[in-house]
């Protein structure tokens, strides 16, 4: 299993994140998350990260923003993330956009009101899990079956009520449907934590 660059926006918590360019390349895997202060990244990464650009530490213009896509493509990245907000890089260009389309490297948005070590944390987790988690801890064919329960909770960004009506039900069904799944998990951790590991299971593992 492999963390892609089009599962980042749906991880738990990473919802304000948007792919902004470069969706043909949306399966890119995602080794490790990556920072990058400094105007050129290229000689810090080693290929397969998501690189970050802040704009903090350093003044990024339309043209450096275009310059880190063609450097990212050459490095082989899995994609960009770009910190947008009144502070630093107000918005991202639609020029940066089509080029990530032209280049084939997925460009997100991501504002500055989510913190960089949740979002950092969330890959790191999911990376982690992918790459060391038993495919055997989840129940294959109860995940099976909640296939459209998952979907739901994407599409609803976690919302019951919303998943309620979506899915034509009460929304204390979508709760106890939940918590069964959760439960079905082995091992520690409670509900939340066991259901996230459910959900990581059914992106990680879709087609």
């Not at 089009?6 to 895997?29: F, H, K, M, T, Y």
């Not at 994609?79 to 940066?96: R, S």
């Not at 969330?122 to 060391?132: D, K, M």
Request: charged share 20%; proline share 6%; aromatic share 6%.
């Amino acid at each position: 299993m492999t963390l892609r660059c089009r599962e980042v926006p749906l991880l738990p918590g990473l919802d304000a994140i948007r792919l902004r360019g470069g969706e043909s390349a949306g399966d890119n895997p995602v080794r490790w998350p990556y920072v990058a202060e400094n105007r050129s990244f290229k000689n810090w990464v080693k290929g397969g990260e998501l690189v970050f650009v802040t704009g903090i530490s350093r003044h990024r213009s339309p043209q450096n923003l275009a310059e880190c896509l063609y450097e990212g493509k050459e490095c082989n990245v899995s994609g960009l993330v770009v910190l947008t907000g009144d502070a630093y890089i107000g918005q991202l260009p639609n020029t940066l956009c089509r080029l990530a389309d032209e280049l084939a490297i997925p460009l997100f948005e991501q504002p500055y009101s989510l913190p960089m070590v949740e979002v950092t944390e969330a890959i790191g987790r999911a990376i982690v899990w992918s790459e060391h988690a038993s495919i055997e801890q989840v129940d294959q064919p109860i995940l099976a079956d909640s296939t459209e329960l998952l979907d739901a909770w994407i599409a609803c960004r976690g919302n019951q009520s919303a998943m309620a009506e979506a899915l034509d039900c009460h929304r204390n069904t979508i709760r106890n449907r939940m918590n069964q799944l959760s439960e079905s998990l082995p091992g520690p951790g409670n509900t939340t934590e066991k259901f996230r590991t459910l959900l990581k299971a059914h992106l990680l593992l879709k087609p």
